[in-house]
């Protein structure tokens, strides 16, 4: 793919960091629309521009698209009222697609989610089918990527149970059987840059499920022993969940666990259709591959140069 300029909306979360961290490295230049502009992880990256935008304001979202090659949209928010979950996830792609007509940008990536239905049983889940259809309808050059739970060394997944075990004597665990398949924050970016990169992509929904499927608890034992903190784990019937989770919402801080994402893990996240590794030129690394070095607490050098080399990268 030669270079390019791309705007990333929702660049400045967990993917879009990774996610822009490649692009840059590949020699794209990038505009990454952000409410803040001093984000420390984009002060290396030379290529990439901040930029503070109200991305729910079309004509100020028509002003940000504009000149660019190719729009990657991947806003998502994992707590919230029904309203705000459509706003985020369903009314911003349908703005996306239009600012992109509207300038005349015909390549648009959209970061969806593993699980996105409308019949599915959390607003999460069925306002992110939403966005997915306002995409599937723009009538521009479209790829809509679906993850699974996705993990990493700066994860907020598999770093939060690790934390959990160091302070808890017990793990109790809504949607402990709930099955998923991990897929690697580095193989999601990849997989949007090969998808930039290969028309055959155009008009595609791709399945980005890793190698490994897991219950929610063997995962959290995972996180446990790895970090050297095992717990017991003790799965939580469906209304003894709803009632901590709606605890937790109360709780002042970050929300570590609401209602809407107790009735996600009520349909397992994997895919019947495996990695679109032939589309995109290469296989997803295995989390056990990787994660239990990072949890253990080596070295990032070390553990970056580990996830390369076993990773084939």
């Known amino acids: 793919m030669s270079t390019q300029k791309i705007c990333l909306i929702g660049g400045s979360g967990f993917i879009g960091r990774h996610l822009a961290a490649r692009l840059a490295g590949l020699g794209h230049r990038l505009t990454v629309a952000s409410r803040r502009t001093d984000l420390p992880g984009f002060r290396v990256l030379p290529s990439a521009e901040l930029v503070r935008a109200d991305i729910h304001d079309p004509a100020e979202l028509a002003r940000l698209v504009a000149g660019h090659d190719a729009v ?4 998502g928010i ?43 049983p959390s607003d999460y889940q069925q306002t992110k089918a939403l966005g997915e259809l306002a995409v599937e309808s723009s009538g521009l050059d479209w790829t809509i990527l679906r993850p699974s739970v996705v993990f990493g060394q700066d994860d907020a997944f598999l770093n939060m149970f690790a934390d959990l075990q160091r302070l808890l004597p017990v793990l109790p665990l809504a949607g402990a059987g709930c099955r998923m398949a991990p897929v690697w924050v580095d193989d999601v970016a990849r997989a949007a840059c090969e998808s930039l990169a290969r028309g055959e992509t155009v008009g595609r929904k791709l399945d980005l499920a890793g190698p490994e499927i897991y219950t929610l608890a063997a995962l959290a034992r995972l996180a446990g022993r790895a970090s050297g903190h095992p717990r017991p784990v003790l799965g939580l019937p ?48 295995a989390l056990s591959a990787l994660a239990p070095d990072w949890l253990a607490g080596r070295d990032r050098n070390d553990t970056m140069s580990g996830y390369r080399t076993k990773a084939a990268r």
């Open 72 to 75: 990657i949209s991947m806003v």
């Open 78 to 120: 994992l707590h919230g009222s029904r309203a705000q979950f459509e706003k985020a996830h369903a009314e911003l792609p349908e703005k996306i697609a239009a600012a992109c007509r509207r300038q005349g940008v015909r390549r648009l990536l959209h970061i969806s989610a593993l699980g996105a239905a409308q019949d599915a």
């Open 238 to 285: 469906d209304g003894l969940a709803m009632l901590q989770a709606a605890l937790m919402e109360w709780l002042p801080g970050p929300t570590l666990m609401s209602r809407d994402n107790v009735r996600s893990l009520r349909r397992d996240n994997v895919s019947d259709r495996p990695f679109p590794s032939e589309l995109l030129g290469f296989e997803p690394a």
